[in-house]
């Protein structure tokens, strides 16, 4: 794959990245990132990085996600709902919430949830195997006072994952 390929491919992921490597390299890896060895730091640069990707390329919708996943990191729900909304304005593959799940935390926090089941309802069309499709359901409908389905949602989340503890708490909760 060239860089390039590897960059688009990336950005559909916002960027993300993990570091396995033995505790006695931390100030080797440090160094190498920079600033971004800093959390909060590292976050604040995503945030600009998908600011400046939505200006330089406004039909991006992986840009405007990205901007979106960022400004949940800062629970600034209501900027990441207008962006979550232009992405999928713009279009993304069906695939998109089989992995993230900003647009539901986004939405569930500004009171859409509706939006919520709907797009929830959408993926689990999709893959009825992501447990954190039907957690989102779930509380999604509790707030819409249908406590039963959001009962039989966080249910099926611990079908698909046993250990899924959000959804036990979730359960324990609700019940």
Do not use: C, H
Not at 21 to 36: H, R
Request: hydrophobic residues 40%; neutral net charge; glycine residues 6%.
């Amino acid at each position: 794959m060239s860089y390039k390929e590897i960059e688009e491919g990336w950005q559909q992921f916002n960027y993300l990245y993990v570091l396995v490597y033995p505790p006695a390299k931390q100030n080797v890896i440090a160094a190498v990132l920079g600033y971004d060895a800093d959390e909060a730091t590292n976050r604040k640069n995503a945030l600009s990085i998908a600011e400046r990707e939505t200006k330089a390329q406004p039909d991006n919708a992986f840009a405007w996600f990205n901007l979106g996943s960022n400004l949940n990191y800062f629970d600034r729900y209501a900027e990441a709902a207008k962006a979550f909304d232009k992405a999928r304005e713009i279009g993304l593959p069906k695939r998109m919430l089989f992995y993230q799940f900003g647009p539901y935390r986004a939405y569930f926090n500004v009171g859409r949830y509706k939006d919520v089941v709907d797009l929830t309802t959408f993926t689990i069309d999709y893959r009825p195997d992501v447990e954190e499709t039907y957690f989102w359901r779930g509380w999604a409908q509790y707030q819409l006072g249908k406590k039963s389905a959001a009962i039989a949602d966080f249910k099926s989340a611990l079908e698909v994952n046993p250990t899924f503890n959000d959804a036990k708490v979730a359960l324990g909760t609700v019940k």
